[in-house]
């Protein structure tokens, strides 16, 4: 079965950090862009990170950019999300999405949600005091 699990996800104090991960079952993630997205509530669900699928560039929303970095394990077949200096802003369900062959291109192209194909059921994170 093909799918993506993210954990990690939980509650964080503003300025702390949580590290998320997006495992993938049933397939390689070898070949895959990695993009993280995240929905707040009442909000539409927006791009935060993504690490090249056949480079090792990333690019991260200029939100979190400075606080949050993403990389790759390939051994673990895993990507992982660090969250630093987290805000109460940063209070969201976070997604990870698979997209064959998606390298980063620095524009609009590849943050669009039809450029990925697998998706995971989420993990909430929340950020209070």
């Known amino acids: 079965q093909v799918q993506l699990v993210e954990s990690g996800g939980g509650l964080a104090q503003p300025g702390g950090s949580l590290t998320l991960s997006c495992a993938a079952s049933g397939f390689s993630l070898d070949g895959f862009g990695i993009g993280w997205f995240r929905q707040a509530p009442g909000k539409e669900r927006e791009w935060v990170s993504i690490i090249s699928a056949n480079t090792p560039a990333s690019r991260h929303t200029y939100s979190v950019r400075g606080r949050f970095s993403i990389s790759r394990d390939k051994v673990a077949n895993r990507v992982d999300l660090v969250m630093n200096d987290l805000k109460p802003e940063d209070t969201a369900v976070y997604y990870c999405?698979?997209?064959?062959?998606?390298?980063?291109?620095?524009?609009?192209?590849?943050?669009?949600?039809?450029?990925?194909?697998?998706w995971g059921q989420g993990t909430q994170v929340t950020v209070s005091s």
């Open positions: 999405a698979a997209g064959r062959d998606l390298d980063v291109y620095y524009s609009d192209y590849d943050i669009e949600e039809g450029r990925y194909e697998y």
